[in-house]
């Protein structure tokens, strides 16, 4: 069996994409504010449901990108 051995410059890259992903999940909710004009302490007040949203929002893009790295490595 492989070990994995995650390093700081994974872990770094791997934040910042989870960080990514909040800033859209925020966006999301401010589109959302504009869209059905309503009160914008929706904003820190759904912030739990923001955290949910971006967190769903990585897994999925970290679904791609093992399937990605999987066609990738099946080309070779």
Same mark, same amino acid.
């Given at each position: 069996? /492989?070990? $994995?051995?995650? +390093? ?6 791997? $934040?910042?994409? *989870? ?12 589109? @959302? $504010?504009? !869209?059905?004009? +309503?009160? *914008? @302490?929706?904003?820190? +007040? ?10 769903? $929002? !990585?897994?999925?893009? *970290? ?11 099946? /080309? /070779?």
């Amino acid at each position: 069996m /492989k070990n $994995i051995i995650i +390093t700081p410059r994974k872990l770094k890259r791997e $934040i910042f994409i *989870w960080l990514l992903c909040l800033v859209a999940a925020i966006g999301l909710n401010v589109y @959302s $504010i504009i !869209y059905y004009n +309503t009160s *914008w @302490s929706e904003l820190y +007040t759904h912030l739990g449901y923001v955290v949910v949203i971006s967190i769903v $929002i !990585y897994l999925i893009l *970290w679904v791609f990108r093992g399937l990605f790295l999987l066609l990738r490595k099946l /080309k /070779k």
